[in-house]
């Protein structure tokens, strides 16, 4: 007989262990292709993953803040705060103040030489002496000096003309104010009723220009002229 030749042996696989199979157009086992351009963006996103990474790693190395330094300079910030709102309100309590004691002043001035006006602008002949003493009173400076020296003679022309006269304020303002000093200038209307022994008393009116200073016994008048209609 004829012997039968032996069968040639298959090739063997390159596959090895994987499974996975190349060729030479870079093929993969399961159809997919891997380009030089994929590989290129695999290597910038793994690239970009380490920068994101080593970025991480930086800012975990950063040292944390000191808490005791927030709290120092929170409670200066505070303090800044109040010590601002403080000068605020003193400044707009101090401006307050000296607005209400300016017009407790001024309203001061208007009652003293409110009385004192109708006070200088009265007398009777049969109370001449006591009446003339009033104006001595509630006058002060030059006018109360002038008013003192001619005491007899205001008296004797009360007498002699049996005066009578009588008046009420009828408006009156504070055009200037001097607390430091003391001085007040006022703007004054009077009703004022005079009768003498030849006359029956008559209504009148009277503008005048009123001086005033302040005194240990309130605001007197200092200076008064009478000004024309």
């Given at each position: 007989?004829?012997?039968?030749?032996?069968?040639?042996?298959?090739?063997?696989?390159?596959?090895?262990?994987?499974?996975?199979?190349?060729?030479?157009?870079?093929?993969?086992?399961?159809?997919?292709?891997?380009?030089?351009?994929?590989?290129?963006?695999?290597?910038?996103?793994?690239?970009?993953?380490?920068g994101v990474?080593?970025?991480?790693?930086?800012a975990g190395?950063?040292?944390?803040?000191?808490?005791?330094?927030?709290?120092?300079?929170?409670?200066?910030?505070?303090?800044?705060?109040?010590?601002?709102?403080?000068?605020?309100?003193?400044?707009?309590?101090?401006?307050?103040?000296?607005?209400?004691?300016?017009?407790?002043?001024?309203?001061?001035?208007?009652?003293?030489?409110?009385?004192?006006?109708?006070?200088?602008?009265?007398?009777?002949?049969?109370?001449?002496?006591?009446?003339?003493?009033?104006?001595?009173?509630?006058?002060?400076?030059?006018?109360?000096?002038?008013?003192?020296?001619?005491?007899?003679?205001?008296?004797?022309?009360?007498?002699?003309?049996?005066?009578?006269?009588?008046?009420?304020?009828?408006?009156?303002a504070v055009?200037?104010?001097?607390?430091?000093?003391?001085?007040?200038?006022?703007?004054?209307?009077?009703?004022?009723?005079?009768?003498?022994?030849?006359?029956?008393?008559?209504?009148?009116?009277?503008?005048?220009?009123?001086?005033?200073?302040?005194?240990?016994?309130?605001?007197?008048?200092?200076?008064?002229?009478?000004?024309?209609?």
């Amino acid at each position: 007989m004829t012997p039968r030749p032996s069968p040639r042996p298959r090739a063997s696989d390159d596959t090895g262990d994987t499974g996975d199979t190349h060729n030479g157009t870079g093929e993969q086992a399961g159809g997919e292709v891997t380009t030089p351009e994929d590989t290129a963006v695999a290597e910038d996103a793994a690239g970009a993953d380490e920068g994101v990474a080593a970025e991480q790693a930086a800012a975990g190395e950063r040292p944390a803040a000191d808490p005791r330094a927030l709290r120092m300079l929170a409670a200066v910030a505070v303090v800044a705060l109040l010590v601002a709102g403080w000068f605020g309100f003193s400044w707009w309590s101090a401006a307050h103040d000296d607005r209400l004691e300016l017009a407790r002043e001024r309203d001061t001035v208007v009652a003293d030489i409110s009385a004192a006006l109708v006070t200088l602008h009265t007398i009777d002949h049969r109370t001449a002496r006591s009446d003339v003493d009033e104006w001595l009173r509630v006058t002060t400076g030059k006018l109360g000096e002038d008013l003192s020296k001619d005491r007899q003679l205001q008296l004797d022309r009360a007498a002699g003309t049996r005066t009578v006269a009588s008046a009420s304020v009828r408006e009156l303002a504070v055009t200037e104010l001097d607390r430091r000093l003391g001085t007040a200038r006022l703007l004054a209307v009077l009703d004022v009723r005079l009768g003498t022994r030849d006359t029956q008393p008559a209504p009148s009116r009277s503008r005048l220009t009123v001086q005033a200073q302040r005194t240990g016994e309130g605001w007197k008048i200092s200076a008064v002229q009478a000004v024309s209609s």
